[in-house]
């Protein structure tokens, strides 16, 4: 604990109060592209790619802030509360958002994970976390 508050602190110590720290700051780091992911906020990305599965990003979100019954989803053309949110990114500059998977209460889902060839029919499924008040449960995904 000690050794990290002084590494946080001397870091702070290069920078002066107000100054943003960006990717430009960064050695080799450099933004690519982006997705606005329908104004929803996230909490774990996960990413998987591979040959016969493409190259994907796979989003949980957090519950809160979503107005009366969610965001608007323009894929499904309906208010959807925060779930996960599936994108393609084969094209680095210009991610594709492809699907979300909502919610059916507001509530977080901020553990995703991912696995492909699973089990004797070689699926691909997505396991994430649903955390409400009045409910906490895994769902699993056939994707």
């Given at each position: 604990m000690?050794?990290?508050?002084?590494v946080?602190?001397?870091?702070?110590a290069?920078?002066?109060?107000?100054?943003?720290?960006?990717?430009?700051d960064?050695?080799?780091?450099?933004?690519?592209?982006?997705?606005?992911?329908?104004?929803?906020?996230?909490?774990?990305?996960?990413?998987?790619?591979d040959?016969?599965?493409?190259?994907?990003?796979y989003?949980?979100?957090?519950g809160?802030?979503?107005?009366?019954?969610g965001?608007?989803?323009?894929?499904?053309?309906?208010k959807?509360?925060?779930?996960t949110?599936?994108?393609?990114?084969?094209?680095?500059?210009?991610?594709?958002y492809?699907?979300?998977?909502?919610?059916?209460?507001?509530?977080?889902?901020?553990?995703?994970s991912?696995?492909?060839?699973?089990?004797?029919?070689?699926?691909?499924?997505?396991?994430?976390?649903?955390?409400?008040?009045?409910?906490?449960?895994?769902?699993?995904?056939?994707?």
């Amino acid at each position: 604990m000690r050794k990290t508050l002084l590494v946080w602190c001397a870091g702070l110590a290069l920078f002066p109060a107000g100054a943003a720290i960006g990717a430009d700051d960064a050695l080799n780091v450099g933004l690519v592209g982006y997705n606005d992911m329908q104004g929803r906020h996230a909490l774990q990305v996960v990413t998987r790619s591979d040959a016969n599965n493409g190259n994907w990003v796979y989003v949980g979100h957090m519950g809160s802030g979503q107005g009366e019954g969610g965001l608007f989803n323009p894929i499904t053309k309906k208010k959807e509360f925060n779930g996960t949110s599936i994108l393609e990114i084969s094209d680095p500059a210009h991610p594709k958002y492809v699907w979300h998977i909502p919610n059916e209460v507001n509530a977080a889902s901020r553990s995703v994970s991912v696995v492909y060839d699973f089990g004797p029919g070689r699926r691909d499924y997505l396991v994430r976390s649903v955390e409400a008040r009045d409910r906490l449960k895994f769902q699993v995904f056939d994707i």
